[in-house]
């Protein structure tokens, strides 16, 4: 497999998220996901939405769902993290489907933030919500539309986390 650009990688998630009908996404900016995120925000066929914290974000996608759209956020764990009270409140306990596109910090070979690795799939499982690593770019389009299945079927959010390989950074 041939190590893609940032901006290819983005291109592709991007690619991805419309092919499986994703037409809203909220994002947080991180350094890692920043070509992701200038790619979401150019691309006229996608209502983006910046935010400041990502319980709001799950607020925003909620909203967005329910007026119609097919939402997906953008965030790094710990951020996933900092919105596990909004995504029990809201969308667990509302059935609300959102894919959520998590960069997985502290992952296998990340020299940082390990201990936020360590934490990110066991949180995520105690929340019920179902998870796949996305390590590879050739997997991008059946990864996301797959997350996008499952949750318009389970009426939950299901989460895609982003490693460095398939965002293509260091």
Known sequence: MEKMDPKRSALAIVGGL??????FVATLP????????????SDPELRHI???REEEGIGICAGAYLAGRKTAIIM???????SCNALTT???QFQIPIVLLIYYAGDIGDRGFTTLGAVTEPVLQALG?????L???DEIDETIAGAEVLAEDSKRPVAVLLTKSVLGVK
């Open 129 to 133: 919500i179902r998870s796949y690593i």
């Open 135 to 137: 390590r590879r770019t």
């Open 90 to 92: 809201t969308c667990l």
């Open 50 to 52: 910046p935010l400041c």
């Open 30 to 41: 991180d350094e890692k996901m920043l070509d992701l995120i200038r790619t979401v925000e």
């Open 18 to 23: 419309k092919k499986a009908g994703v037409d």
């Open 76 to 82: 790094q764990n710990a951020g996933f993290l900092n």
